[in-house]
């Protein structure tokens, strides 16, 4: 008897378990998948190489990316900026001040012209207060922890 009854305990925990997976937002299920992924790899959430700071640099540079492709007014490699006057020329390196990872290397792009003025990172900007913020919820709005 003792075993029949352990066995629908079992389940009736297992149910609430589920249950409790499917009232979670998108949002909060990619959140817990990206914990459970850093754990597994090793990483840590915040700190010198963590999670953080790693979704921090990817989220900065494709924003970079993308307001390069706006100024420009065509993608990467696309033969519509042949003969232009005006392509992308390569990137530097930058490092910025976050509040929570710290001290994040960049690669902003250039253009031939010099006339790339980012918004997302400010020229002779260092210091990015609310980006640890705006990341996360960028990232956990997609619905996807895939990197």
Same mark, same amino acid.
């Given at each position: 008897?003792?075993?029949?009854?352990?066995?629908?305990?079992?389940?009736?925990?297992?149910?609430?378990?589920?249950?409790?997976?499917? %009232?979670?937002?998108?949002?909060?299920? +990619?959140? =817990?998948?990206? @914990? #459970?992924?850093?754990?597994?790899?090793?990483?840590? &959430? *915040?700190?010198?190489?963590?999670?953080?700071?790693?979704?921090?640099?990817?989220?900065?540079?494709?924003?970079?990316?993308?307001?390069?492709?706006?100024?420009?007014?065509? %993608?990467?490699?696309?033969?519509?900026? +042949?003969? =232009?006057?005006? @392509? #992308?020329?390569?990137?530097?390196?930058?490092?910025? &001040? *976050?509040?929570?990872?710290?001290?994040v290397?960049?690669?902003?792009?250039?253009?031939?012209?010099?006339a790339?003025?980012?918004?997302?990172?400010?020229?002779?900007?260092?210091?990015?207060?609310?980006v640890?913020?705006?990341?996360?919820?960028? @990232?956990?709005?997609?619905?996807?922890?895939?990197?």
């Amino acid at each position: 008897m003792l075993g029949e009854e352990g066995a629908v305990m079992t389940a009736t925990l297992d149910d609430v378990t589920k249950k409790k997976l499917a %009232e979670q937002s998108a949002e909060q299920q +990619a959140a =817990t998948e990206l @914990v #459970r992924l850093a754990k597994e790899q090793g990483l840590s &959430l *915040t700190g010198p190489d963590g999670l953080l700071k790693q979704l921090t640099k990817t989220v900065l540079e494709t924003a970079l990316n993308e307001e390069m492709t706006e100024h420009l007014g065509y %993608e990467k490699h696309d033969p519509a900026g +042949a003969g =232009t006057g005006n @392509v #992308r020329n390569g990137t530097r390196g930058k490092s910025v &001040l *976050t509040e929570h990872s710290g001290h994040v290397e960049i690669e902003v792009p250039r253009d031939r012209a010099g006339a790339f003025a980012p918004q997302i990172v400010r020229k002779r900007q260092r210091r990015l207060n609310g980006v640890d913020e705006i990341v996360l919820s960028l @990232v956990l709005s997609q619905g996807s922890c895939r990197f």
